[in-house]
């Protein structure tokens, strides 16, 4: 880009990084959006319309977005698929924009201990009102805002099944919504630069165009797969009986489905 624009690779670095910055610091808060007020409304009935599942107020997921190994610790940034990395967290309504996003973790961290470092689940009670919840893979712990697909080991009832196949059909906005985020940017595939704070400024600046390439209804790209399934479960989230609840709701939730069927 330097040579294509007659332009010293110092000047071209600064300028890469003073549109991040802004991208990030002045615009992301009024692109990605938790749903508030009228809009959660809007948000849950969207969703809705997809399988049934109601009070969706999102789909969350991480994905891993190769870097080249950094100098400090490059082990914790070697993820288990055999390469360096970050994880971007993010959650996307129904039209596949992105209503928050964290990213900075190393690779070797899981999609759980992530969500458990960042923003979302710190304010969760500020964020998602009571009976609302977001929806996430088996990678995720249930809680009573989280709720995860029953495990299949060959024993699943039809009302389990039936869940499972509402589930994965409304939850694959999010990995739609990566797919076409590094399908936009191809950056996102590969990171050469040695610049972690510039990496992390530059994925969140990406996930702003996004939503203002939806928002301007400019889709015309085609999907990258984008799988980070494992199955895991981390002890941590069993605590104050938060998986209790979680249970509760995705039994209340079955029980609205079967009635539909």
């Known amino acids: 880009m330097a ?3 007659d332009v010293g690779k110092s000047s071209y670095h600064r300028s890469i990084k003073r549109v991040a910055c802004a991208l990030v610091d002045d615009i992301m808060p009024q692109v990605i959006q938790w749903p508030t007020g009228n809009k959660i409304g809007e948000t849950s009935n969207a969703f ?7 009070n969706v107020l999102g789909a969350v997921d991480g994905s891993h977005i ?5 100098k400090e610790i490059p082990n914790a940034y070697y993820n288990r698929k055999k390469y360096h990395s970050v994880v971007l967290l993010a959650t996307c309504d129904a039209s596949l924009r992105f209503t928050y996003v964290w990213t900075g973790n190393p690779g070797s961290n899981h999609d759980a201990t992530v969500l458990r470092s960042s923003e979302l689940f710190q ?3 500020n964020l998602i009102p009571p009976m609302y919840y977001i929806l996430g893979d088996s990678t995720f712990p249930l809680l009573g805002w989280l709720v995860t697909p029953f495990r299949d080991f060959g024993n699943l009832t039809r009302d389990q099944r039936l869940f499972n196949n509402s589930h994965s059909k409304t939850r694959q906005v999010i990995e739609r919504s990566f797919g076409l985020l590094k399908a936009r940017f191809r950056r996102l595939l590969r990171f050469e630069a040695s610049d972690l704070k510039l990496i992390v400024y530059s994925i969140l600046s990406a996930c702003v165009l996004h939503n203002i390439c939806l928002n301007m209804n400019e889709e015309n790209f085609d999907y990258i797969e984008d799988d980070n399934t494992e199955l895991y479960v981390n002890d941590v989230y069993r605590q104050h009986g938060h998986q209790m609840c979680g249970v509760r709701l995705r039994n209340e939730i079955m029980q609205h489905l079967r009635q539909l069927n």
């Open 66 to 70: 190769p870097i080249k190994a950094p």
């Open 48 to 54: 809705s319309d997809i399988s049934g599942l109601l």
């Open 3 to 5: 040579d294509r624009f």
């Open 123 to 125: 304010q969760v009670d």
